[in-house]
């Protein structure tokens, strides 16, 4: 079964606790305002890649050991097939291996909406970042861009990782983004708080460095 993968990278450490694998997944019929990842929205056929070979990467980047993997986008439930499959195949590899790892994903669809449409996602998650992104509320907890989206522990493993953070607010002085360069693109990975992107664009500007296509507008 194929998959539409916007991009994957390893380790992630701004999204979920300790080192883990990220994957963003392509697709996204939601399109919230002030959403910084509309290069994710197209359900670009161009992207498609097995889920087996997904899961080979995983297990190749990760081999030295990792804590998690977090599954963001794009939607991730705008493909719920290739999600269960996905899902189905970390829990494979979890228990086969005798690993611990944890797997958070995130959605822009309200916690109500999972709960009747994809019980049987939810089941296989550690844990989920629900609702979607509003631009005009405070910013969010711990690794949440807006003050509506929760952080939820679905499973005894997460409830062990994520009860503490449910409540926690974001640093301020905490590390919240990465970067990385890749094929002559530069990735930002994490929550911005808001106005940092424009900051970005104009120290990049005042450096001689001027962004051409970017991803939030
Ligand atoms: S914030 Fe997430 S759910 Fe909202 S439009 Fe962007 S990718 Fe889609």
């Known amino acids: 079964m194929d998959i539409l993968l916007n991009k994957a990278h390893f380790p992630v450490t701004v999204l979920g606790p300790g080192r883990r694998i990220g994957l963003w997944l392509q697709g996204c019929t939601i399109r919230c ?7 994710t929205w197209p359900a670009d056929p161009a992207r498609a890649m097995p889920v087996a070979a997904l899961l ?5 980047v990760a081999a030295d050991g990792f804590d998690g993997v977090t599954i963001s986008g794009g939607e991730p439930f705008d493909q719920p097939k290739p999600l269960a499959a996905l899902l189905d195949g970390l829990a494979a590899w979890r228990a086969s291996a005798g690993l611990d790892f944890d797997i958070l994903c ?10 009747k449409r994809h019980a049987k996602i939810l089941a296989r998650l550690d844990a989920l970042i629900p609702e979607p992104y509003a631009d005009g509320r405070p910013l969010g907890g711990l690794w949440r861009g807006s003050d509506n989206q929760t952080l939820l522990p679905l499973s005894p493993r997460g409830q062990a990782r ?11 002085d905490a590390k919240r983004m990465q970067v990385s360069l890749q094929d002559g693109r530069l990735w930002f990975i994490g929550i911005p708080h808001r106005g940092d992107m424009a900051a970005l664009e104009e120290l990049c500007r005042a450096r001689g460095l001027e962004l051409g296509q970017v991803s939030w507008r």
């Open 33 to 39: 305002k002030g959403c910084v990842s509309r290069d």
């Open 162 to 172: 994520y009860a503490a953070c449910v409540a926690a607010p974001q640093a301020e």
């Open 106 to 115: 995130y959605s822009g669809h309200p916690l109500k909406t999972l709960e």
């Open 56 to 60: 080979a990467w995983c297990r190749k």
